[in-house]
Nanobody, 124 residues
Framework: QVQLVESGGGLVQAGGSLRLSCAAS????????MGWFRRAPGKEREFVAG????????YYAPSVKGRFTISRDQAKNTVYLQMNSLKLEDTAIYYC?????????????????WGQGTQVTVSS
């Protein structure tokens, strides 16, 4: 079992930055690939970024590539999402999720565990 708790969301102006954290509990956290998803109002939940269990590989949706950075700290059982140059369209609830394989990043069904989400609101 892996339990995930996101934090770090909030209100930020366009062009600003936020760093989201996802704290995991469970002894098997280090063996899971991790992903960040988001759900904007009226839209489906979409993949944002993923990181392999080792941290050696990272993957991004085209809409955030070059602006967002995913990382993990195995010692702290935590995954981060650094978000820079935020845009209005980044407004969403952001979720972290754990995946045992780390291959089909975009498929929500590949993820076994999900956090409750943290709200990110970007204002003009």
């Amino acid at each position: 079992q892996v339990q995930l708790v996101e934090s770090g969301g909030g209100l930020v102006q366009a062009g600003g930055s936020l760093r989201l954290s996802c704290a995991a509990s469970g002894r098997t956290f280090s063996s899971y690939a991790m992903g960040w998803f988001r759900r904007a109002p009226g839209k489906e939940r979409e993949f944002v970024a993923g990181i392999t269990w080792s941290g050696a590989g990272t993957y991004y949706a085209p809409s955030v590539k070059g602006r967002f950075t995913i990382s993990r700290d195995q010692a702290k059982n935590t995954v981060y999402l650094q978000m820079n140059s935020l845009k209005l369209e980044d407004t969403a609830i952001y979720y972290c999720a754990a995946c045992p394989y780390g291959s089909n990043w975009y498929n929500r069904l590949e993820y076994d565990y999900w956090g409750q989400g943290t709200q990110v609101t970007v204002s003009s």
